[in-house]
């Protein structure tokens, strides 16, 4: 079993990993420069960390030690596979505008994508340079990553066979901690979204269960079995 001292989930607001760590006894907290669940403890603009941290500056990384964990899920907008209809100029959402428009969106698009690319080769290099133990998550669907960035450690091809709401491929990777090979199969009645509307539909599929962090963490970084935990994940049931 790892032992860790303290995790950092950055980029996550819907505490549901920082909540089942806890649940754990391991002490978590949530970075993100949102707080629309009403879970991020600390509210700051980490893309300002990175440059800082990148550029030798006093930035939130000073804060971890080896003994921590940094659980990253990093923004996938600009990188997932469905972006790709966009880049080629031929996305339903714009079917009604002209081929000019198409490209200026385009081009518009792919400058963004480049700064948030740039901005997650900096965080590697930050965790790489100070020997932090980070797992970064993303999305595996035609993901842009795939072509243009380190080869993942694991790739969990189905999320539902550990309790998520959607199968949702998805690639880890783990930078100075061992990826674990455990397979918890979810053995619980699998929880239902509700979308309350179109609006908040997309937020809620980028959305991971609370049934499947507590198994991720115990299959993949822990080493562990849930069952071993029982009474304090009884919580996450």
């Not at 509210?43 to 080896?66: H, T, V, Y």
């Not at 080869?151 to 061992?178: H, L």
Request: aromatic share 16%; hydrophobic share 35%.
């Amino acid at each position: 079993m790892e032992k860790i001292n303290q995790v950092f989930c950055l980029f996550e607001q819907s505490g549901t990993f920082k909540n089942c760590f806890r649940g754990m006894g391991i002490p978590t907290y949530d970075y993100d420069i949102k707080n629309e669940f009403g879970e991020t403890d600390y509210q700051l603009d980490l893309f300002k960390e990175i440059e800082a941290g990148w550029n030798g500056q006093p930035s939130i990384f000073d804060k971890m030690g080896k003994d921590d964990l940094l659980m990253i899920f990093f923004p996938c907008t600009y990188f997932e596979g469905m972006q790709t209809m966009i880049y080629q100029c031929c996305s339903y959402s714009h079917k009604n505008i002209s081929m000019e428009d198409k490209i200026k969106i385009a081009l518009e698009r792919t400058k963004v994508r480049e700064l948030f690319y740039c901005e997650l080769l900096r965080l590697t290099g930050i965790i790489i340079k100070r020997g932090l133990r980070a797992i970064i998550e993303n999305p595996w669907v035609m993901s842009y990553l795939e072509f243009n960035y380190i080869k993942p450690t694991f790739i969990d091809w189905d999320r539902t066979r550990r309790g998520d709401y959607y199968k949702k491929r998805t690639a880890y990777w783990f930078f100075n901690i061992e990826c674990g090979n455990g397979f918890t199969m979810n053995r619980t009645k699998k929880e239902k979204l509700k979308f309350i509307n179109n609006k908040n539909g997309e937020k809620e599929r980028s959305m991971i269960s609370k049934e499947y962090a507590k198994n991720f963490i115990c299959d993949q970084i822990l080493k562990t079995s849930p069952q071993r935990n029982y009474k304090q994940l009884m919580l996450f049931e």
